[in-house]
Nanobody
């Protein structure tokens, strides 16, 4: 059973930074895709950033230039560095991993951007 555990969420002021991490129970290289999604209150879950096994990345237009997805092979984690945070970035952030036809989700971590 694959387990994904997110960490690093919290409260930050507008313009601040946070770094989210997703720890996987299996090697991160065993997944075809790993990524971050978010869901704000009253809204649908949306893609934030993905990292494909070959190293290619993809970002939502709303976070391009501010967020960076990366993997740390030593720690077996996938991280999301979030800079220049805005109030509209407030959401629960979820880690997702895809292995062939199977999707796996973490439990989510709250990010709140507020002064």
């Amino acid at each position: 059973q694959v387990q994904l555990v997110e960490s690093g969420g919290g409260l930050v002021q507008p313009g601040g930074s946070l770094r989210l991490s997703c720890a996987a129970s299996g090697s991160i290289f065993s997944f075809n895709i790993m990524g971050w999604y978010r869901q704000a209150p009253g809204k649908q879950r949306e893609l934030v950033a993905t990292l494909i096994s070959g190293g290619r990345t993809n970002y939502a237009d709303s976070v391009k230039g501010r967020f960076t997805i990366s993997r740390d092979t030593a720690k077996n984690t996938v991280s999301l560095q979030m800079n220049s945070l805005k109030p509209e970035d407030t959401a629960v952030y979820y880690c997702k991993a895809v292995r062939y036809q199977y999707d796996y989700w973490g439990q989510g971590t709250q990010v709140t951007v507020s002064s």
